[in-house]
């Protein structure tokens, strides 16, 4: 019987040199898996590989060596720990992320909260071409937002507080890019500098600023043959129903417009930039 390669693939299963051998991805969303799932993970690649995973630089894990003949056994294996199969080839990958704000101190979003709500609105849906997501905590940008189709960038827009500054100077000490001065006991933001760290608010002894947390995002970002860094057209979006609306628009975008094969940005550049920024901004404006 006929070996239906392409549904192995969308299922995870990737062909090795190796003929009837496999390296199956695994589904981790956000970076996350549980202790039980590694043991299951562990448990499965002892038993059906050769006892060893390989860490993917997208967070992934991937056992090598599944055979053919075992690969139902091994979904069986992983479903009784609670681990799904990732997938491949032309559909929305898993999302990744950072430990963002509710681990590390700099993160000014919950990157794994909002990786969950990305995965499950869009995990496998069949496009075009692949289509990665990524959602990074801060301007430490440590998960490299602008590498993915659609990265997300936490951020946090501040704004002075007068009476509760004791004009320490922190705040200025703190700002890597030189957008906040201290004269006459009166502090000033720049924002045409300001590149919404939040490393100011979070230095400040006496909360002395209001914060506003959201988001940054960048389109058309590749790594690989073609090296592009995500391009960012609304500098800061601070509703989530909003971040949710601009991210529908640049999948149904892609969908709409990309031929077979052809990865985000390059859909993007022969379509016209200006296009794809007036959908995003009409997604953004539209209530």
Not at 186 to 213: F, L, M, Q
Not at 257 to 266: C, L, M, Y
Request: proline fraction near 3%; aromatic fraction near 8%.
């Amino acid at each position: 019987m006929a070996v239906d390669y392409a549904t192995l693939k969308k299922g995870g299963f990737m062909r090795q040199k190796q003929k009837n051998n496999f390296s199956l991805r695994i589904r981790v969303v956000g970076g996350t898996l549980t202790a039980k799932q590694l043991a299951v993970v562990s448990e499965v690649a002892e038993t059906y590989g050769k006892g060893y995973v390989h860490l993917t630089s997208r967070q992934g894990v991937e056992i090598p060596f599944i055979k053919l003949e075992q690969i139902d056994e091994v979904k069986d294996a992983l479903a009784k720990g609670g681990v799904v199969p990732g997938v491949c080839g032309p559909r929305v990958r898993t999302v990744t992320a950072c430990q963002g704000a509710a681990v590390c101190p700099s993160g000014c979003i919950d990157t794994y909260a909002l990786a969950q709500e990305l995965d499950a609105r869009y995990f496998g849906h069949d496009l075009p071409h692949k289509f990665k997501f990524g959602v990074t905590g801060c301007q430490n940008n440590c998960l490299k937002a602008e590498e993915n189709d659609v990265g997300i960038k936490g951020a946090i827009r501040v704004n002075w507080i007068p009476d509760a500054c004791i004009q320490c100077g922190v705040c200025v000490k703190a700002c890597r890019t030189e957008a906040i001065t201290l004269e006459d006991g009166k502090i000033t933001v720049d924002e045409s500098k300001c590149n919404y760290c939040g490393r100011c608010t979070k230095s400040c002894p006496t909360s002395a600023y209001e914060e506003t947390h959201g988001y940054i995002v960048s389109f058309g970002g590749t790594f690989g043959n073609h090296v592009h860094k995500g391009n960012v057209i609304i500098p800061f979006i601070e509703d989530h129903d909003k971040l949710m609306k601009v991210c529908d628009a640049a999948i149904d975008f892609f969908a709409d417009h990309a031929n077979a094969g052809e990865r985000f940005k390059f859909t993007i550049d022969r379509v016209g930039a200006d296009k794809f920024e007036q959908a995003i901004r009409e997604a953004y404006e539209n209530e």
